[in-house]
T-cell receptor
Framework: SQQGEEDPQALSIQEGENATMNCSYK?????LQWYRQNSGRGLVHLIL?????REKHSGRLRVTLDTSKKSSSLLITASRAADTASYFC????????????FGKGITLSVRP | NAGVMQNPRHLVRRRGQEARLRCSPM?????VYWYRQLPEEGLKFMVY????????ESGMPKERFSAEFPKEGPSILRIQQVVRGDSAAYFC???????????FGQGTRLTVV
């Protein structure tokens, strides 16, 4: 079964709206990372949140982590058409040699 | 500071041939990870290397696949006798330490015909 599972699987919003994406995982973690992937391209690292952190901000991005619920959320505020991409959460499980376990991703479409 | 460099970006091989994928980590990064992404799926861990050592190869298929990260030069992921099912995007990531951000290359898209 997946360690990281994102929901929804697909999200379509209007430019200017906020986008919220969720990720759940199963085991204890050292950190959780969010990545963006444009179609057919590489992964861009967005943000890393450690297990002892509850919230982090980076520009229009806000990430929360609830280790008691084993869940994280990524909020993109004031979305732009350029935010259209697939978003993945990846967990660095405790004792896993820092290898990342990815979910299947969320496809975000931002309509201009 | 150049990012993680992978080459080639696209590779076409006939069934039975060998595929060699190269990854140069970011400067100062000694930890290299290889991942495979099948269409419409997330990335799956394959192998974790530090210079001259394989730390974790739990995600590597038992046969035909091998990886190395020599003292000098890039990390190499080698697939012998490729089959159609090996067609995928292969990504390399590097980090300066464990438990740190992993930065990914642009990937090598392997197509087996």
């Amino acid at each position: 079964s997946q360690q990281g599972e994102e929901d929804p699987q697909a999200l379509s919003i209007q430019e200017g709206e906020n986008a919220t994406m969720n990720c759940s995982y199963k085991t204890s973690i050292n950190n959780l990372q969010w990545y963006r992937q444009n179609s057919g391209r590489g992964l861009v690292h967005l943000i890393l949140i450690r297990s002892n952190e509850r919230e982090k901000h980076s520009g229009r991005l806000r990430v929360t982590l609830d280790t008691s619920k084993k869940s994280s959320s990524l909020l993109i505020t004031a979305s732009r058409a350029a935010d259209t991409a697939s978003y993945f959460c990846a967990t660095d499980a405790t004792g896993a040699n820092s290898k990342l376990t990815f979910g299947k991703g969320i496809t975000l479409s931002v309509r201009p | 500071n150049a990012g993680v460099m992978q080459n080639p970006r696209h590779l076409v091989r006939r069934r039975g041939q060998e595929a060699r994928l190269r990854c140069s980590p970011m400067k100062g990064h000694s930890h290299v990870y290889w991942y495979r992404q099948l269409p419409e799926e997330g990335l799956k861990f394959m192998v974790y290397l530090q210079k001259e050592n394989i730390i974790d190869e739990s995600g590597m298929p038992k046969e035909r696949f091998s990886a190395e990260f020599p003292k000098e030069g890039p990390s190499i992921l080698r697939i012998q006798q490729v089959v159609r099912g090996d067609s995928a995007a292969y990504f390399c990531a590097s980090s300066p330490l464990g438990d740190a951000e992993a930065f990914f290359g642009q990937g090598t898209r392997l197509t087996v015909v």
